[in-house]
Antibody, heavy 116, light 107 residues
Framework: QVQLVESGGGVVQPGRSLRLSCAAS????????MHWVRQAPGKGLEWVAV????????YYSDSVKGRFTISRDNSKNTLYLQMNSLRAEDTAVYYC?????????WGQGTLVTVSS | EIVLTQSPVTVSLSPGERATLSCRAS??????LAWYQQKPGQAPRLLIY???TRASGIPARFSGSGSGTDFTLTISSLEPEDFAVYYC??????????FGPGTRVDI
């Protein structure tokens, strides 16, 4: 079965950086586009970024463009999100998600809290 | 950016009743619309994609309809486990992929 396990969340000060990871198993990772989707506490869902199956294309929401970088290592079946210049409004649960245009399979999420 | 609006914000129903949830898009998305269910403390789950196709393992009591700008998720007879928040999402015009604000189905 598909498993997506996020890690790397925690408490970080504004302006600092954090890198999230997502370990994938149960499917051929290199065949699928992968996304990060986030959810602020008590709020709705917000798409963050997508990366093509081969890493050739990446797209970002305006709210993170220029600060976050999505990447993947298909040899390690792992997805990453490098988050720089973090702001309080980036506080959220970050989900790793498999899918092309729809979000088919989700990890359990990792909480990122940006606070001084 | 396509904005999705969901109504009602909250609906209170009883087990066995029918739930009808609405999603409206600010511009046409053809049938490139999905519905997700999220229970407290859990990740969302894909229910419906392409407006009316049930995802794998989703019970037949969930159905979706609509095209263009107006879409509906219907739960024909609510089970206790169906009380949750439901989100719609479009993939017709991206980036960004956008979600609606959600409808909470309460007992």
């Amino acid at each position: 079965q598909v498993q997506l396990v996020e890690s790397g969340g925690g408490v970080v000060q504004p302006g600092r950086s954090l890198r999230l990871s997502c370990a994938a198993s149960g499917f051929t990772f290199s065949n699928y586009a992968m996304h990060w989707v986030r959810q602020a506490p008590g709020k709705g869902l917000e798409w963050v970024a997508v990366i093509w199956n081969d890493g050739s294309n990446k797209y970002y929401s305006d709210s993170v463009k220029g600060r976050f970088t999505i990447s993947r290592d298909n040899s390690k079946n792992t997805l990453y999100l490098q988050m720089n210049s973090l702001r309080a409004e980036d506080t959220a649960v970050y989900y790793c998600v498999r899918g092309h245009g729809y979000f088919e399979d989700w990890g359990q999420g990792t909480l990122v809290t940006v606070s001084s | 950016e396509i904005v999705l609006t969901q109504s009602p914000v909250t609906v209170s129903l009883s087990p066995g009743e029918r739930a009808t949830l609405s999603c409206r898009a600010s511009q046409g998305v053809t049938t490139y619309l999905a519905w997700y269910q999220q229970k407290p403390g859990q990740a969302p789950r894909l229910l419906i994609y392409d407006a009316s196709t049930r995802a794998s393992g989703i019970p037949a009591r969930f159905s979706g309809s609509g095209s263009g700008t107006d879409f509906t998720l219907t739960i024909s007879s609510l089970e206790p486990e169906d009380f949750a928040v439901y989100y719609c999402q479009q993939r017709n015009n991206w980036p960004p992929f956008t979600f609606g604000p959600g409808t909470r189905v309460d007992i």
